[in-house]
């Protein structure tokens, strides 16, 4: 059984930083690209950053661009993103989706999300 | 960017009705498009992938059709467990973009 689970959420100030981590477990995580996929509360589903198998391709939203990190630890099946200069606009459930491994992209598991609240 | 756009935003409608929900992009897309299913407080769920691919263990009442720019989400007898809120996403390019969503609620 797949399993995506995330971990390091929960309340940073104005600027500050976090590091998000999602577990991996079920299938060979080294074949799949991952992405990282954001919520605000009420809103929509925003996709946030990409990464190839091995790491070397890397794909992130404009809005995050410079300020997030998106990477990868395939010995520990484990995916992760840096968020620094956070600002409220960040606050979101964060999940970790599993991507494809050749052809299109889609999201076939997900984890169960991590809060976010960027506030003083 | 490729922009998402669903419709309706919401709709009301009774178990064993057929909905249909659409999503247009703002350029072609080819068929680079996929369908997620989400319930209040949990992680969105794949339909449909590529257009017209049922995901495995998804119910053969949805179905997804298109191909460009115009594409569609029909549920053939929605049942009780299909109240959720659904959104398209585009996989023609990065960044890799979301509709809005359609809320699908009890009438």
């Known amino acids: 059984e797949v399993q995506l689970v995330e971990s390091g959420g929960g309340l940073v100030q104005p600027g500050g930083s976090l590091r998000l981590s999602c577990a991996a477990s079920g299938f060979s995580f080294d074949s799949y690209w991952m992405s990282w996929v954001r919520q605000a509360p009420g809103r929509g589903l925003e996709w946030v950053a990409q990464i190839n198998q091995d790491g070397s391709v890397k794909y992130y939203v404009d809005s995050v661009k410079g300020r997030f990190t998106i990477s990868r630890d395939n010995a520990k099946n484990s995916l992760f993103l840096q968020m620094n200069s956070l600002t409220a606009e960040d606050t979101a459930v964060y999940y970790c989706?599993?991507?494809?491994?050749?052809?299109?992209?889609?999201?076939?598991?997900w984890g169960q999300g991590t809060l976010v609240t960027v506030s003083s | 960017d490729i922009q998402m756009t669903q419709s309706p935003s919401s709709l009301s409608a009774s178990v064993g009705d057929r909905v249909t929900i659409t999503c247009r992009a703002s350029?072609?897309?080819?068929?680079?498009l996929n369908w997620y299913q989400q319930k209040p407080g949990k992680a969105p769920k794949l339909l449909i992938y590529?257009?017209?691919n049922l995901q495995g263990g998804v119910p053969s009442r949805f179905s997804g059709s298109g191909s460009g720019t115009d594409f569609t989400l029909t549920i053939s007898c929605l049942q009780p467990e299909d109240f959720a809120s659904y959104y398209c996403?585009?996989?023609?390019?990065?960044?890799?973009?979301f509709g809005g969503g359609t809320k699908v609620e009890i009438k």
């Open positions: 350029q072609s897309i080819s068929n680079y």
């Open positions: 590529t257009s017209s």
């Open positions: 996403q585009q996989s023609h390019s990065t960044p890799l973009t």
């Open positions: 989706a599993r991507d494809h491994i050749v052809g299109a992209t889609n999201f076939d598991d």
